[in-house]
């Protein structure tokens, strides 16, 4: 059984920079795949970033495009989402997700999510 753990959350002003963490409780984590989606109030859950564990390719929602970084360290399984010049619109609660199967921006395709940390970014 695999949990996810998120932290890193909290509030900052816009402009600001923060990287969440993600650590994968399981003696052996290695999905095909993990990602970082997010949810505003009101809103429904969106995909933010994702990455093949192993490596290649990666994906970015337009949104995140040149301010986020996903990345990953193996040995510590753990899934990093960096954020940079951040925005009010960015406000939601993230949470990290995982996959053995398919690597995409649907959420369907992720079958263990973490309980999400909030991200607040004042004007």
């Known amino acids: 059984q695999v949990q996810l753990v998120e932290s890193g959350g909290g509030l900052v002003q816009a402009g600001d920079s923060l990287r969440l963490s993600c650590v994968a409780s399981?003696?052996?984590?290695?999905?095909?795949?993990v990602a970082w989606f997010r949810q505003a109030p009101g809103k429904e859950r969106e995909f933010v970033a994702g990455?093949?564990?192993?490596?290649?390719?990666?994906l970015y929602a337009d949104s995140a495009k040149g301010r986020f970084t996903i990345s990953r360290d193996g040995a510590q399984n753990t899934v990093y989402l960096q954020m940079n010049s951040l925005k009010p619109e960015d406000t939601a609660v993230y949470y990290c997700?995982?996959?053995?199967?398919?690597?995409?921006?649907?959420?369907?395709?992720?079958?263990?999510w973490g309980q999400g940390t909030q991200v607040t970014v004042s004007s």
């Open positions: 997700a995982a996959s053995y199967g398919q690597f995409g921006t649907r959420s369907s395709i992720y079958g263990y």
């Open positions: 399981a003696r052996t984590f290695s999905p095909n795949a």
């Open positions: 990455r093949y564990w192993s490596g290649g390719n990666t």
